[in-house]
Nanobody, 124 residues
Framework: QLQFVESGGGLVQPGNSLRLSCAASGGTLDYYAIGWFRQAPGKEREGVSCISKGGGYTFYVDSVKGRFTISRDNTRNTVYLQMNSLKPEDTAVYYC?????????????????WGQGTQVTVSS
């Protein structure tokens, strides 16, 4: 089964950018839709964005639409999340996960197998 290692987080000022990486092992990423999730202190984990297995379909929640871009490089077994115009409310631990299969698209319904995540802190 797939396992994920997230990286690329850090401390940035509002308005700056980060690119998160989700490296998969234990299988080939090509077959799976992948999603990014985040959990802020004291809050439940929430879905942020997802990408279909072929990369032709992407989805973003309203709070990040226009600022975040998800992409994948199946040759590197890696999914990325480019985060621009970061806001303090984006502060959270970010996780990636394999999603339940849906033909031709993706839905933010993860298999509950989580990595260690990567911390993103947006603060002046």
């Amino acid at each position: 089964q797939l396992q994920f290692v997230e990286s690329g987080g850090g401390l940035v000022q509002p308005g700056n950018s980060l690119r998160l990486s989700c490296a998969a092992s234990g299988g080939t990423l090509d077959y799976y839709a992948i999603g990014w999730f985040r959990q802020a202190p004291g809050k439940e984990r929430e879905g942020v964005s997802c990408i279909s297995k072929g990369g032709g379909y992407t989805f973003y929640v309203d709070s990040v639409k226009g600022r975040f871009t998800i992409s994948r490089d199946n040759t590197r077994n890696t999914v990325y999340l480019q985060m621009n115009s970061l806001k303090p409310e984006d502060t959270a631990v970010y996780y990636c996960a394999q999603l339940e299969p849906v033909q031709g698209m993706c839905m933010l319904k993860p298999y509950e197998r989580w990595g260690q995540g990567t911390q993103v802190t947006v603060s002046s």
